[in-house]
């Protein structure tokens, strides 16, 4: 248990309220009860892409086929009410086949811009490192500045831009591993796990009753947010008061990665923000205007496993980025 309590402060008007953080509360679950229409079980998947959801941010997903990742993604697009769009990477796929190009309009006797299915809402990159480099690189200023600039043009994106890219973490032959600075863009590395046997028996119920994952209006999903919903729950967010021993404990984690024996890559300035980011939206979403360690905590894997590198020798071993990180938390002082 955490007894981690910050200091009281006094409310100003610029100070959220606790019925303000209830609000994102309260969408995050309408958003989540959507959502479990069409997935069964994976709720760590779910609040984690939430998280992310709100803290602005992409998602990296790593799970083997038919652990329900473009369908949890289609579902979060339904209950936001935002275009959704699947690209399937593949050793051809060309960087235009994502932003978009300029075609000669014969009306118009000019050229004009084509966007591509980058221009969304929600984007899955389906396999994304199954193309190559230079096409994975095509995603890079939309991640990072929300805009696509094709020949000299810059063009916006909308307030609400998402990317969710999948890997399947057995399949290597004729794949394209991500670089670490391409890595470092994902605010999350999400682990899309195999279901209990309780959940999948749940799967094969709702399958002999009529379900089909690729109808999603068979589930009946309701739109319980929009883009100025998430506009106004990312502004609240930003408000969640985050005390000084929280800056030293996230500054702490993320320094003992670079100094640990196992890893010849440590996390940088950009985890440490995420940490900050996503364990503020964590905290809004469990209904409090104040973050706590055990926000830090339960989001730290998802934020960091995906920017370590393991030192060979310890894999031979068998650690695992997430063992260190484990590892990490336990030997940390946790603020009181």
């Known amino acids: 248990m955490n007894f981690y309590q910050p200091p009281a402060q006094p409310v100003e008007e610029s100070t959220p309220t606790y019925a303000s953080q209830n609000e994102v509360q309260r969408v995050a679950d309408a958003i989540t009860a959507e959502i479990?229409?069409?997935v069964v079980g994976q709720d760590d998947a779910i609040e984690s892409a939430l998280?992310?959801?709100?803290?602005?941010g992409h998602v990296l997903l790593e799970g083997v086929p038919g652990t329900a990742k473009t369908l949890l993604v289609r579902a979060l697009?339904?209950?936001?009410?935002?275009?959704?769009?699947?690209?399937?990477?593949?050793?051809?796929?060309?960087?235009?086949?994502?932003?978009?190009t300029r075609i000669f309009d014969q009306k118009l006797s000019e050229f004009v811009f084509k966007p591509g299915p980058i221009f969304t809402g929600l984007l899955l990159a389906d396999e994304i490192n199954r193309t190559p480099p230079k096409t994975q690189a095509a995603l890079l200023e939309a991640m990072q500045e929300h805009r696509v600039t094709v020949d000299g043009e810059t063009?916006?994106?909308?307030?609400?831009?998402?990317?969710?890219?999948?890997?399947?973490?057995?399949?290597?032959?004729?794949?394209y591993p991500l670089p670490e600075a391409q890595l470092d863009r994902f605010l999350l590395k999400i682990l899309v796990s195999y279901p209990p046997a309780e959940a999948e028996q749940s799967i094969l119920r709702r399958y002999h009753q009529g379900f089909d994952s690729n109808?999603?209006?068979?589930?009946?999903?309701?739109?319980?947010?929009?883009?100025?919903t998430i506009e106004n729950c990312r502004a609240i967010i930003k408000k969640v008061r985050v005390?000084?021993?929280?800056?030293?404990?996230?500054?702490?984690?993320?320094f003992a990665t670079r100094e640990h024996r196992h890893l010849v890559l440590g996390g940088g300035p950009r985890a440490s923000i995420a940490l900050l980011q996503v364990?503020?939206?964590?905290a809004a979403m469990r209904g409090?205007?104040?973050?706590?360690?055990?926000?830090?905590?339960?989001?730290?894997?998802?934020?960091?496993?995906h920017r370590l590198l393991l030192r060979p020798e310890a894999e031979i071993e068998g650690a695992t980025a997430d063992n260190v990180i484990e590892g990490i938390l336990g030997s940390l002082e946790v603020p009181r």
């Open 36 to 38: 479990h229409k069409a």
């Open 51 to 56: 998280a992310a959801l709100f803290a602005d």
């Open 77 to 100: 697009s339904a209950a936001v009410s935002t275009d959704f769009k699947r690209i399937q990477f593949t050793p051809d796929l060309m960087p235009s086949d994502i932003t978009g």
């Open 155 to 175: 063009h916006d994106l909308g307030s609400v831009f998402m990317v969710f890219a999948t890997q399947n973490p057995i399949e290597f032959e004729g794949t």
């Open 215 to 228: 109808d999603l209006e068979t589930t009946n999903i309701q739109s319980v947010a929009d883009a100025a």
């Open 243 to 254: 005390e000084d021993a929280m800056f030293r404990y996230i500054s702490a984690l993320v």
């Open 279 to 282: 364990g503020k939206a964590m």
């Open 288 to 305: 409090r205007d104040y973050m706590i360690p055990d926000d830090v905590k339960s989001i730290a894997p998802a934020v960091l496993r």
